[in-house]
Nanobody
């Protein structure tokens, strides 16, 4: 069974940075494309970004492009979300997700999910 565990969330002031990590166990990490999603209170879960199984291709939501970067370390079975220039509207629970091979932007394409980590950006 593939398990995902996020960490690194917290409270930060607007303009600050956070780096989220997602550790994956129970599967062959390099077989999985990884996605990051977020859900704010009262809103639907939304796509943040994705990275291919090799790390060679990334894609981002327009709202985070230029501020967030996803990378992965296949030797450590971990994917990262570097978030810079954070804004109050980035406040949400952030989830990582895994699917085999091909990246996707739709949440329902992903097979495995972490429990989420809270990110709160104060103004």
């Amino acid at each position: 069974q593939v398990q995902l565990v996020e960490s690194g969330g917290g409270l930060v002031q607007a303009g600050g940075s956070l780096r989220l990590s997602c550790a994956v166990s129970g599967g062959t990490f390099s077989n999985y494309a990884m996605g990051w999603f977020r859900q704010a209170p009262g809103k639907e879960r939304e796509f943040v970004g994705t990275i291919s199984w090799s790390g060679g291709t990334t894609d981002y939501a327009g709202s985070v492009k230029g501020r967030f970067i996803i990378n992965r370390d296949n030797a450590k079975n971990t994917v990262f979300l570097q978030m810079d220039n954070l804004k109050p509207e980035d406040t949400a629970v952030y989830y990582c997700a895994a699917k085999r091979f091909i990246s996707a932007v739709k949440a329902d394409a992903y097979d495995y999910w972490g429990q989420g980590t809270q990110v709160t950006v104060s103004s």
